[in-house]
């Protein structure tokens, strides 16, 4: 992580782990874990959307580890997880299965969040043994499925071949990101957050951002234009919410509509007005609350002994 993009200070700064381990993904990948709360506490796995890392999820990790064991891992060649050629839709279902294994026990079951590419990674793997063994209930946020680059608005231009093209132009450049300024904070602010955003909460997605290797960013951008999980959805048995920011010009409302549709056990879509595609920090105690309430309707924990 560049001097220049490191988080030293404030609520999205690095948080101490109870446990840090090393997940090994099926080609080898090697995958940094982080193991939060009690080891006794229902388990909630927490997974990342594109170019960002642990860090993103701070303020849930903050709120959950009172009463939960939340587990945050970097996707393969984000935070501290080293970078792999094979940047695929099946290597984001592999990497996810080899979490579940490397930190839940045989039947036990965890809720799952996953934001943006993250959420992805949670549809691909929904047919997957482990995540079949493991999951007892899913929160998808910011994300979608499908035709991703075609309905992205981050370009304010009409829907078409041209917009699709441009977009596939910007999403996939390889031009360095560079130190976080003034003018990168807008930048990323129109693309990726809503317009009421506090200044510090853009500053800490930006510096996460800019944290992501620039080959990296550029080789899974490549997945998003022939991505399709529409196959995959159906598969997505166990109760899920979608959240989703009215604001959100990477994946756009339509994508939660359409997944809220989709799904065998839609618990319902919460769309956020005003909020934009970075809804676990933009709106963080609604999508904390959402995760809290998943737990205790979903995870059985063991009765508390009365002392005799």
């Given at each position: 992580?560049?001097?220049?993009?490191?988080?030293?200070?404030?609520?999205?700064?690095?948080?101490?782990?109870?446990?840090?381990?090393?997940?090994?993904?099926?080609?080898?990948?090697?995958?940094?874990?982080?193991?939060?709360?009690?080891?006794?506490?229902?388990?909630?796995?927490?997974?990342?959307?594109?170019?960002?890392?642990?860090?993103?999820?701070?303020?849930?990790?903050?709120?959950?580890?009172?009463?939960?064991?939340?587990?945050?891992?970097?996707?393969?060649?984000?935070?501290?997880?080293?970078?792999?050629?094979?940047?695929?839709?099946?290597?984001?279902?592999?990497?996810?299965?080899?979490?579940?294994?490397?930190?839940?026990?045989?039947?036990?079951?965890?809720?799952?969040?996953g934001h943006s590419m993250g959420g992805m990674a949670i549809m691909a793997a929904s047919a997957r043994p482990a995540f079949r063994e493991h999951a007892a209930a899913v929160l998808l946020c910011s994300t979608g499925g499908s035709r991703l680059v075609a309905e992205s608005t981050v370009l304010p231009l009409r829907p078409g071949r041209v917009r699709t093209w441009l977009t596939r132009r910007v999403l996939g450049s390889r031009a360095p990101l560079g130190p976080v300024t003034p003018l990168s904070r807008r930048i990323l602010k129109y693309g990726t957050m809503g317009p009421a955003s506090a200044p510090h909460l853009v500053d800490a997605c930006a510096r996460i951002v800019h944290a992501c290797p620039t080959r990296v960013r550029h080789a899974w951008s490549q997945l998003f234009e022939p991505l399709d999980l529409g196959s995959a959805v159906g598969e997505l048995r166990v109760p899920t919410e979608v959240v989703a920011g009215s604001a959100d010009r990477l994946t756009p409302p339509v994508h939660a509509r359409t997944l809220a549709a989709a799904l065998p056990d839609c618990l319902g879509l919460t769309e956020l007005p005003g909020i934009g595609h970075m809804t676990p920090v933009e709106a963080p105690e609604l999508v904390t609350g959402k995760i809290g309430a998943l737990v205790a309707a979903h995870i059985r924990t063991a009765p508390v002994e009365e002392s005799a």
């Open positions: 992580m560049s001097r220049l993009t490191r988080i030293t200070s404030g609520p999205y700064a690095p948080l101490p782990a109870a446990r840090e381990l090393t997940a090994v993904s099926a080609d080898g990948s090697r995958l940094h874990v982080e193991v939060h709360g009690p080891d006794d506490a229902p388990a909630v796995v927490l997974a990342h959307g594109w170019t960002c890392s642990t860090l993103f999820w701070s303020a849930q990790i903050r709120e959950l580890t009172a009463h939960h064991r939340v587990i945050a891992y970097d996707q393969r060649g984000h935070g501290r997880s080293p970078a792999s050629p094979v940047c695929t839709g099946d290597a984001l279902a592999d990497d996810l299965e080899a979490v579940l294994t490397a930190t839940l026990a045989p039947g036990e079951r965890a809720v799952i969040a």
